[in-house]
């Protein structure tokens, strides 16, 4: 009796603190779809509360024309709409992710918790962009804060990718796994935030008085960016595949003379 549960403690014990171990993929993606149903919710609910003029401030300064009322409150419309659609496009990139996942390990599911506390972010994000004035130095670094939730919110996805590749015959789809034409457009997909992120506050530092500018660009300019990088990923795989076989071909082709040749030719 002792022999068996020292045997059970230790087997407690490896499922505690090994990585590796499954984790239940579906309760990962129901998890992961709440936190972003609420994180969106949080953000309209902002937007509602403080964005709506008075109306007695619509008769008043704005002689009664609420386009007019509305467009005072452009620039912070501008940031809910970049933080709804940075979020949907994180959603989609989750989902896209865990698609081609077949099993989820601990270590995957400690990342997606990282990843989902930054999504968590985006409400802040999103009420520091909207809440500074223009061209001022708290608006800059509230931009750059954005900048870096935006990023650590990608990056952890990126880890999960990386992650599920160190294992990929159990972890991923065939047609997913390293050197495919998904995994190329998948690794392209969970790099661009990161990348964009990152150039955007380094951007930020160097043109500070364009920073705004800059974010909203960056916010309009990824999700155009997603419709062409399969695209991209599409036609530099061919282009590669016909380069190989060119080389092929002409390897082949040397062959095939080397075969026609006779002994003494090929000696000379």
Known sequence: GQRGEEEEHHSLETFTFYLSEPLSKERVEAFSDGVYAIVATLLILDICEDNVPDPREVEEKFHGSLLEALSEYGPNYLAYFGSFVTIGLLWFVHHSLFLYVTKATRLMGLLNILSLAFIGGLPLAYQLTSEFAEKSHNEIEAIQVSCVITF????????????????????????????????????????????????????????????????????????????????????????????????????????EEEACLSPNETLS
């Open 152 to 255: 650590f919110a990608s990056i952890f996805q990126f880890a999960i990718w990386t992650t599920a590749l160190l294992n990929e015959e159990e972890t991923l789809h065939a047609f997913a796994r390293y050197g495919g034409k998904e995994h190329a457009f998948m690794f392209a997909k969970l790099a661009l935030y990161p990348c964009v992120s990152l150039g955007v506050f380094f951007l930020t530092c160097l043109l500070s008085e364009f920073s705004t500018a800059i974010f909203h660009l960056m916010q309009i300019v990824i999700p155009f960016a997603f419709l062409a990088l399969r695209i991209f990923v599409r036609i530099s795989l061919t282009a590669i595949k016909s380069v190989m076989s060119l080389s092929r071909r002409k390897v082949v082709l040397l062959e």
